[in-house]
């Protein structure tokens, strides 16, 4: 179990985002330390109640409540914390390490390797990220552009012009990372099961034909939601519904 504290992650959120006017992360981080798990949940959630988030927060928090035995509130937080840093493996490997406590196996469904391949690639970096290498690249793009049309050389204008196509194609393609990662965060669109043992029904109510049962910190994607009922789909691609006040989105 990587246990690792974000500190330096915290601070620079102190420093940012407003942290510094509350300093019980602080003293989240030193219950931690001395393995008063459920003190420093306490003082971890209160950050996040006054507004303020950031990846290391969410990542303590899923550590403790991990260690406290709490799993489907470990898993919810470091689905949020992937989610404002997919790059991070330590968060990666610990809500991996998580799911593989909890009690359904769910298959995925097989995705095309290149499709696997796009999907990892994009996920090296968040949208502020992918968003600073667009305008770097669309700048080495203008450069190109500007060789390619006051430049005096042939060989130069053609070296120039291809180098230009080339930035203009990689500034589209982070640009695009960038809104999808930007996408995730907005229109969250997964949720973790919070009851112990919960029926997916057929039809949105109580009286609905019982599908399958599956069991608390089980992944969940949201497709539409009727009243207070979630039809939801698996990775296995079996959808049914389930009511709200049994999940927590992510």
Same mark, same amino acid.
């Given at each position: 179990?990587?246990?690792?504290?974000?500190?330096?992650?915290?601070?620079?959120?102190?420093?940012?985002?407003?942290?510094?006017?509350?300093?019980?992360?602080?003293?989240?981080?030193?219950?931690?330390?001395?393995?008063?798990?459920?003190?420093?949940?306490?003082?971890?959630?209160?950050?996040?109640?006054?507004?303020?988030?950031?990846?290391?927060?969410?990542?303590?928090?899923?550590?403790?409540?991990?260690?406290?035995?709490?799993?489907?509130?470990?898993?919810?937080?470091?689905?949020?914390?992937?989610?404002?840093?997919?790059?991070?493996?330590?968060?990666?490997?610990?809500?991996?390490?998580?799911?593989?406590?909890?009690?359904?196996?769910?298959?995925?469904?097989?995705?095309?390797?290149?499709?696997?391949?796009?999907?990892?690639?994009?996920?090296?970096?968040?949208?502020?990220?992918?968003?600073?290498?667009?305008?770097?690249?669309?700048?080495?793009?203008?450069?190109?552009?500007?060789?390619?049309?006051?430049?005096?050389?042939?060989?130069?204008?053609?070296?120039?012009?291809?180098?230009?196509?080339?930035?203009?194609?990689?500034?589209?393609? %982070?640009?695009? /990372?960038?809104? &999808?990662?930007? @996408? #995730? $965060?907005?229109?969250? +669109?997964?949720?973790?099961?919070?009851?112990?043992?919960?029926?997916?029904?057929?039809?949105?109510?109580?009286?609905? %034909?019982?599908? /399958?049962?599956? &069991?608390?910190? @089980? #992944? $969940?994607?949201?497709? +539409?939601?009727?009243?207070?009922?979630?039809?939801?789909?698996?990775?296995?691609?079996?959808?049914?519904?389930?009511?709200?006040?049994?999940?927590?989105?992510?």
């Amino acid at each position: 179990m990587k246990t690792r504290i974000y500190f330096l992650i915290l601070l620079f959120a102190m420093a940012f985002n407003g942290f510094s006017q509350d300093n019980r992360f602080i003293q989240g981080n030193e219950l931690y330390t001395e393995g008063k798990y459920e003190e420093a949940i306490e003082m971890y959630e209160g950050v996040l109640q006054s507004g303020l988030e950031s990846s290391g927060l969410y990542y303590n928090l899923g550590n403790s409540y991990y260690k406290s035995g709490q799993l489907p509130e470990a898993i919810l937080n470091y689905e949020r914390a992937l989610l404002l840093a997919p790059q991070n493996e330590d968060i990666r490997y610990n809500l991996e390490l998580a799911y593989s406590q909890t009690a359904d196996e769910i298959d995925q469904v097989g995705t095309f390797f290149l499709t696997k391949w796009f999907q990892n690639i994009r996920s090296l970096n968040d949208s502020d990220g992918w968003a600073f290498y667009s305008i770097i690249a669309f700048v080495i793009f203008l450069i190109g552009l500007g060789l390619y049309l006051f430049g005096r050389n042939v060989a130069l204008k053609k070296a120039a012009f291809a180098f230009a196509v080339i930035f203009l194609m990689v500034s589209g393609a %982070t640009l695009s /990372f960038s809104s &999808h990662q930007k @996408t #995730k $965060l907005v229109e969250r +669109s997964h949720a973790i099961i919070f009851t112990p043992t919960v029926n997916i029904k057929s039809s949105p109510d109580q009286s609905g %034909t019982d599908l /399958f049962v599956l &069991h608390e910190g @089980t #992944k $969940l994607e949201l497709i +539409s939601k009727l009243g207070e009922w979630w039809n939801v789909r698996l990775q296995d691609g079996s959808e049914g519904w389930i009511h709200e006040s049994d999940v927590k989105v992510i």
